[in-house]
């Protein structure tokens, strides 16, 4: 599986809420990094820290929070997508920039847009 399929494989799980098809494509200590200043941004070392300390707050603190693929590109182990995100409180693009080593999703960065995430957040 190419870098891209890995990623798009991760979105595809993201979508339909498959934790488990989410970490068989992970490292176990791959690093997520959001950029900012809100409650949310920062650096998540582990799979299960991503999960549990970020993902798992988004239904909640953004209900209806959906990502719309715009287009990605892959260039031998990285990968970028542009993204619409839209839940309440929130329309916005993202970009989204990822390693893949060993056929796993090894680092994530959300270059997402900042002020939109704290003003969704109340923040």
Known sequence: MSALEQVLKGYGCFKEGDIEGMAALCHEDMVFKMNGTHSLSGEYHGFSSWVNDFLAKIPSVIPGFHLEMEHCFES????????????????????????????????????????QWAKALGE
């Open 76 to 115: 031998g182990n990285d990968v970028f997508c542009h993204l619409r995100a839209t839940g309440e409180g929130l329309d916005a693009y993202f970009g989204h920039y990822f390693v893949v080593e060993d056929g796993k999703i090894r680092t994530f960065h959300a270059f997402d847009d900042s002020q």
